[in-house]
């Protein structure tokens, strides 16, 4: 429960950690897309301003009563022109100079036409270099604006901040002017008799900041402020912007920051990013202002304000957080659910296995589960039914063996006792039979009565020889034997005694049977004790198959041995014998056929050399004997 609890809260932690970041980074990237994408538009608005004022410019110098006014100095026709071109094209300067540079007419004072003087202005000596139209932004001095008007020069003078100011200039305010211009050469039958130019000085001009906010930001508010500005700076320096102070006023005469200075006007390149301005953080774009030359002179600005997507990010991430937690408080409940009911199963199996330790093979598991639990736990109850048959099974077995074995130690003991007082009379009784046998006086019938005495003498010796073998248990004498060898000496051994009798013994011999550590003759003694039963339980023209191989315990944990088998095509034993053939003084043969003691003895042998002996039987379908002696790791 403590791991799911704490895998849970891991993979909470990790989600919210992971999806916290990819928040802000969305939110950054599309405050990041949103001001390029309105840069891109305050510049078309900026541009669109100085296409106004020249295609004004140029389709009154296309006209011909135009260029006749310019070649006729019909001053009173220019200025009402000039005032007209100013109206529309919202220009705040605009004048009329001849075609070598001399003011005609101009807004403004009027020339005096004994004074007339050569117009030093940038738009003029571009037209006369290159005779061409030229339109773009400037910067115009202080002469300049005065000569043009003075209540320009006086609106182009901006007091810098003494505390936004980033360098020493030697000055506390900037006297000089940009605008947007245009100047349009007028020609008469290809020579050029005048030029018309005008335009609009942006030092404290509102008009084109407030349109881009307009326009772009469509006056969109957020907590009170405007959440888009726009800015126009002469340099560094700002000269016309709707970006306020905390007073409400527009905030002129501040600096930009030395980064970005040095990346828009020095190395002229774009910066996007996150700037302060009036204590108020902002995504801001620049991007520079060249003049007529290409020579940088200033910047454009947009910002959009950084709260309101601030504001975006940590509303979002507080329900992505709130989500997550919902999500794993529903994932530990239904963990725990789960968890549960699969420990509560696990801890009933935990419980039936102590029970199992301590003997009972019958213990309450619980209800069975319909998945795959309830598959472990059927598969656990039948364990427990074949450990239970197992031990049952063991057990009898035990019982069985230890009754053998009582059996045999108790037959054993009585064997021996009645062998050693019955072996010294048996021997002097045949003694003295066999010197009776070799008189010859003796009649025909007393003869006979001497055998019959002999051959019952010696029957009782065999049966004793028995009960000696079975009592003493003489010791092994182990040797590394090839099995099939053994095998193959014991069938040679009665090969003869089943041709005889018209019966075929087949020997099978395995391949690559390992070396057994084991008694040959004892073997031998097992193996033609066996053999002798099965010839004697088949009839003529019947078959005995002997086969060996490698077989596997079915008790000592599956350990590897050799396996012989014997099987004939007999009468078979009878299914109520079966658990008596190894009783000490069993047989199924005749009165005075058998002993019964065969097989007692071969079993006592096969044991000791850790093997088994079983019987497989059916009457009328014949026996199969099963000899298995274990291979010890030194025979491998």
Not at 140 to 165: M, T, V, Y
Not at 295 to 306: D, K, N, P
Not at 456 to 479: H, M, P, W, Y
Request: with cysteine; proline share 3%.
């Amino acid at each position: 429960m403590a791991s799911l609890l704490l895998l849970a809260f891991m993979v909470g932690a990790v989600s919210l950690v992971a999806g916290g970041n990819l928040l802000y980074k969305a939110v950054i990237n599309e405050a990041t897309n949103r001001i390029r994408f309105d840069l891109n538009a305050a510049r078309e608005i900026y541009q669109e301003r100085i296409k106004t004022v020249h295609s004004l410019l140029a389709i009154s110098a296309s006209e011909t009563s135009f260029r006749d006014a310019v070649r006729f100095y019909s001053i009173p026709d220019l200025m009402s022109r000039l005032e007209t071109l100013s109206f529309y094209a919202d220009m705040d300067f605009a004048g009329v100079v001849d075609g070598d540079g001399t003011i005609i007419c101009k807004l403004g004072p009027a020339v005096d036409p004994a004074n007339a003087r050569r117009a030093d202005n940038p738009m003029i000596r571009q037209v006369l270099e290159r005779k061409v139209p030229v339109s773009g932004s400037v910067i115009l001095d202080q002469a300049f604006l005065k000569s043009e008007n003075p209540a320009l020069a006086n609106r182009a003078r901006i007091r810098l901040s003494p505390h936004a100011g980033r360098e020493k200039t030697g000055s506390d305010e900037e006297t000089s002017g940009m605008a947007i211009v245009a100047a349009i050469p007028v020609f008469e039958r290809g020579k050029l008799i005048g030029i018309v130019y005008g335009g609009t000085l942006l030092n404290r001009n509102e008009n084109i900041v407030d349109t881009v906010r307009k326009t772009v930001f469509q006056h969109e508010n957020y907590k009170g402020r405007n959440i888009g500005t726009a800015t126009i700076f002469l340099n560094d320096i700002r000269i016309a912007t709707n970006v306020l102070t905390q007073e409400g006023k527009r905030l002129l005469g501040t600096r930009v920051s030395p980064e970005v200075k040095t990346q828009v006007l020095d190395q002229g390149k774009s910066w996007v990013g996150r700037a302060s301005v009036v204590n108020q953080w902002y995504r801001a774009a620049y991007e520079p202002i060249e003049d007529l030359c290409g020579s940088r002179i200033g910047m454009l600005y947009v910002g959009v304000l950084e709260a309101k997507y601030n504001d975006i990010r940590n509303k979002a991430f507080f329900i992505f957080a709130l989500t997550t937690f919902v999500g794993m408080l529903a994932a530990v409940v239904v963990g725990y659910q789960l968890a549960n009911r699969l420990i509560r199963p696990v801890e009933n199996l935990i419980q039936a296995s102590q029970e199992v330790s301590r003997g009972n093979f019958s213990p309450d598991i619980g209800p069975i589960a319909q998945d795959e639990m309830g598959h472990l736990q059927t598969t656990f109850q039948s364990m427990l039914q074949s450990l239970e048959e197992r031990a049952r099974r063991s057990q009898v077995e035990s019982e069985n063996r230890l009754l053998q074995s009582e059996k045999q130690a108790s037959v054993g003991r009585l064997a021996a006792g009645v062998a050693h007082e019955i072996n010294n009379p048996l021997t002097g009784v045949l003694t003295y039979t066999y010197m009776l046998l070799r008189r010859k006086d003796l009649s025909d019938d007393i003869r006979a009565d001497l055998q019959t005495i002999a051959t019952s003498t010696e029957r009782v010796r065999q049966i004793v020889k028995g009960l000696l073998d079975f009592s003493r248990q003489t010791a092994l004498n182990l040797e590394q034997s090839d099995i099939n060898q053994v095998v193959g000496s014991a069938v040679s051994f009665v090969e003869n005694q089943a041709l005889l009798k018209g019966i075929s013994i087949t020997l099978r011999e395995g391949d690559n049977l390992p070396q057994l550590t084991l008694d040959r003759s004892q073997i031998q003694s097992v193996l033609l004790n066996i053999l002798i039963n099965a010839l004697d339980a088949t009839e003529t023209g019947g078959d005995i198959l002997v086969s060996t191989g490698i077989s596997l315990s079915g008790g000592t944990a599956g350990q590897k041995g050799v396996e012989i088998s014997i099987t004939d095509t007999g009468s078979g034993i009878p299914a109520h014998d079966l658990d008596k053939l190894f009783d000490p003084f069993f047989s199924t043969k005749e009165v005075g056929e058998g002993t019964g003691l065969g097989l007692s003895v071969s079993l006592g042998i096969v044991e000791r050399h850790g093997g088994t002996i079983r019987v497989k039987s059916e009457m009328g379908n014949g026996s199969s004997f099963y000899v298995w002696i274990p291979v010890h790791q030194e025979d491998s």
